[in-house]
């Protein structure tokens, strides 16, 4: 009798544990070109462009298997993918964990689901390869070296400084001018070393006030050899703005600002040829378009207002 009731249970509980595996599974299975949210991900964005993204409660997401800047601001989170560092289109891949069906019984690595994007070079048609003149050069680079080398380095801390009570408010062009150089077009220096433009020019003759972009608290306001006068404001949440080139600073380290608050006046300090205002968005020490960040950004900072 006891054997019976043995040999019956050594048929019946592989298939019992068979089934507790596929309900709880502990494989990660990939499964391509999901569609989580209702604003679908692109499959081609331009280099320093954004991405909105749905909250997954917390979940992280992934781009190359790193996991990349997120906000959370207005109820929705928000990744800035993109910077002005690549040199070449690339295909990434956007991973993220699925929303589980049934969350009590889905282990929640279950399953990741795979998007690739393009990110796309910037393109030649994006402004002219600037060539800096040998004068302004020879100016900037008289000596200095550890001089330049410690004020980069304050400009990198400053910029890594996250602030999680600070929501960000809308945000706003620091001065209405055209735009005279765009993001991520090719730089050239006399020393052969080529770079992207990680900010927008925006026209402004010398002495032209210059606003805050959005509401914040000026995170370092300095006379520097490369930048020139430079304000740097702290939007909150990993995001930040850049002021280059003034001819005036009008606000202290740590002062909070009002979007729409004079910073200071337009210059042709640093290194620079002609007087216009050099203006960055960073978004968690990524350079992103400050012109595709304040589109976009408008969108979803104006209906949290209604
Ligand atoms: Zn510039």
């Not at 990349?68 to 993109?82: L, P, Q």
């Not at 490369?226 to 850049?242: E, K």
Request: with cysteine; aromatic share 8%.
């Amino acid at each position: 009798m006891t054997e019976v009731i043995w040999n019956k249970i050594g048929v019946v509980l592989p298939t019992v544990l068979a089934a507790a595996l596929q309900l709880f599974p502990s494989h990660e299975i990939l499964r391509e070109d999901f569609a989580p949210i209702s604003q679908p991900i692109p499959h081609i964005m331009p280099v320093g462009g954004l991405i909105t993204l749905p909250s997954l409660s917390g979940k992280a997401w992934f781009l190359n298997r790193t996991p990349f800047s997120r906000i959370e601001a207005f109820g929705k989170d928000y990744a800035v993918i993109g910077t002005t560092t690549p040199r070449h289109s690339a295909v990434y891949s956007v991973e993220a964990p699925s929303r589980p069906q049934w969350p009590l019984l889905q282990h929640p690595t279950q399953m990741i689901s795979v998007h690739h994007l393009t990110i796309d070079k910037p393109g030649k048609d994006d402004g002219r390869d600037l060539r800096l003149p040998a004068n302004v050069w020879k100016r900037v680079n008289e000596d200095h070296d550890d001089k330049k080398r410690l004020q980069s380095e304050k400009v990198r801390l400053a910029i890594s400084e996250i602030q999680e009570d600070i929501v960000p408010s809308c945000f706003q062009k620091p001065v209405d001018n055209i735009v005279t150089s765009k993001y991520s077009s090719p730089r050239n220096l006399p020393n052969g070393r080529f770079y992207l433009h990680s900010g927008v020019d925006l026209r402004a003759r010398t002495g032209t006030m210059i606003y805050a972009a959005a509401d914040g608290v000026v995170q370092l306001a300095e006379h520097m050899i490369v930048p020139g006068r430079i304000v740097i404001l702290n939007h909150g949440q990993g995001l930040m703005t850049r002021y280059l080139h003034l001819n005036e600073i009008l606000v202290k380290e740590g002062q909070a600002v009002k979007a729409g608050q004079p910073v200071g006046r337009a210059g042709s300090t640093g290194r620079v040829q002609a007087a216009h205002l050099h203006w960055d968005v960073i978004w968690k020490k990524q350079y992103g378009d400050p012109l595709a960040f304040q589109r976009h950004w408008l969108k979803y900072c104006s209906l949290s207002r209604i």
